[in-house]
């Protein structure tokens, strides 16, 4: 077994490793030669080791029972966030180890804060490969590894299960390898419109990347301090918007659109609550910072951009929001307990929880009024749902009683307690930045080496959706 668990995870540090061929392409491109030897010494350290294991393994297959499964999972997040922070420790641009693993974990976790006060003054190759470990992580290192690795597809539905958000998980073909490819697919087809839209519209092939690699895997790291802000292109803003909330649709109904079963889509009840709430948080902060507005144009687009950004748990910042009427800030806060899509790049709570509570809510209060009535939960039209109640309920308690022992470490670290609050929500919902002086404007580089650690494994926790990090712990007992 353990075998079995060192060799998948070894698979997968090679394919990250073989990942690194972009950014060493821009190295050299660039003559940044440091990072391009880091980068070609991490690439074949990786395929060194894969190789071995090819070797010594290739008949064997292993099927992972559920526990173990999230024991894997786990683990393997664990190494790759490791691994990915090599190349910001061997770069010399960074304080320190711990540094360097807070801004990885960060990275494939998709939340985007950083510790980074200039970014601008990093290799470009560098920041590109910040933004590179938002869209690894952002799909799942272990759907592109079962896509890539067909042995892995026996027990490998498990291992996505364990890695994958939501309440609800299924394949959408027969075979689980068929379901990831067609998942990694999806997802690239939307990263290549998304960089080819941007490019486009004004920034140059790396930037255009880039960000094309923060936004689809909803992350948040940019190549400018002042994130995309900087650039001052409206259409770019529009692009991102639209391309972020594509991202935290579930990959479902992609899939639904990418094979032709349109009728399907908007019978999603999901994707109809996650509309309903991207208006209203519009139209809701919109309305309050117009009064105040000189151009209402400008401040519909920043509102607008913002919404999206921190609903989608992406990150991205075109103004500071800390500037805003405290009307329009509580509305976002409101948007860091919810979260994208279950089954997207997007993190938080999920909006398909929050649904189901809503719906068990109104099922509760009509029994009070009629209680001989039979009452029953729908979800995509099916009714009987009841049974996601529980597993809905235990969640988000586990959740934010994540968030209550994060914020308290946080005040113990010397935050203030709206500050450490907001952190925990951001650190546990993979969201970015946060209120108070870990705003949009600020970083994570002058909290304590032991918060950075902790925030670390909330960040894990969080992508993972807790019960992947409280098994591993489990067995490691």
């Known amino acids: 077994m353990i075998f079995s668990v060192v060799r998948v995870a070894v698979y997968v540090l090679g394919i990250v490793g073989t990942s690194m061929a972009v950014p060493l392409a821009v190295a050299c491109i660039e003559g940044e030669r440091r990072m391009a030897g ?63 693993v807070f801004e990885s974990v960060s990275g494939f976790t998709t939340t985007g804060a950083s510790v980074l006060a200039e970014v601008e003054s990093l290799p470009r190759s560098l920041n590109l490969w910040r933004c590179q470990t938002h869209w690894l992580g952002g799909m799942g290192v272990i759907a592109l590894a079962v896509a890539l690795i067909p042995l892995l597809g026996v027990g490998g539905f498990r291992l996505i299960k364990a890695e994958t958000s939501g309440p609800t998980k299924s394949k959408f073909t027969a075979f689980v390898s068929n379901t990831a490819k067609t998942l990694w697919l999806i997802y690239c087809l939307l990263t290549v419109a998304d960089a080819a839209l941007l490019h486009w519209a004004g920034l140059d092939v790396i930037d255009a990347v880039a960000h094309a690699f923060s936004t689809i ?34 990959f479902a109904v992609h899939y639904r659109l990418f094979t032709g079963r349109f009728s399907e889509v908007w019978r999603d ?81 999920k909006v398909i929880r929050w649904t189901i509570l809503a ?66 929500l951001t650190m546990v919902g993979n969201v970015g930045p946060a209120f108070g002086s870990l705003g949009p404007t600020s970083n994570f580089g002058a909290i304590m080496p032991a918060l950075k650690w902790w925030y670390a494994f909330a960040m894990l926790a969080g992508r993972l959706e807790i019960y992947t990090l409280l098994f591993l712990i489990g067995r490691m007992r």
């Open 38 to 100: 880091v980068f070609l010494s991490l690439m074949i350290a990786g395929w060194a080791a894969a190789g071995l294991f090819l070797l010594r393994g290739r008949r064997r297959s292993q099927v992972f029972d559920v526990r173990n499964a999230f024991g894997v999972v786990g683990g393997i997040w664990i190494a790759v966030c490791l691994f990915g922070a090599l190349p910001f420790a061997l770069s010399g641009y960074f304080a320190s180890f711990t540094d360097a």
């Open 217 to 250: 895997g909803t992350g948040g790291f940019s190549t400018r301090n002042a994130s995309l802000g900087s650039f001052a292109l409206p259409l770019v803003e529009w692009i991102t918007f639209a391309f972020m909330l594509l991202a935290s649709v579930n």
């Open 359 to 424: 719906k068990q809510l109104r099922n509760e209060l009509s029994r009070i009024l009629h209680p001989h009535e039979v009452i029953s939960l729908s979800v995509n039209g099916v009714t009987g749902r009841e049974v996601f109640v529980p597993v809905v309920a235990t969640f988000v308690f586990v959740y934010l009683l994540l968030v209550m022992v994060t914020a308290f470490f946080g005040t113990l670290s010397g935050l203030d307690l709206f500050t450490s609050f907001t952190a925990a």
């Open 269 to 349: 009840t999901e994707l109809r609550a996650l509309v309903v709430i991207v208006v209203a948080a519009i139209a809701g902060i919109f309305a309050i910072r117009a009064f105040a507005a000189a151009d209402l144009s400008a401040t519909f687009r920043t509102t607008a951009f913002q919404v999206a950004s921190i609903l989608s748990t992406t990150g991205f910042m075109t103004c500071d929001y800390l500037t805003w009427l405290p009307g329009a800030q509580c509305i976002l806060l409101a948007l860091f307990f919810i979260g994208g899509s279950s089954g997207s790049t997007a993190g938080g709570v």
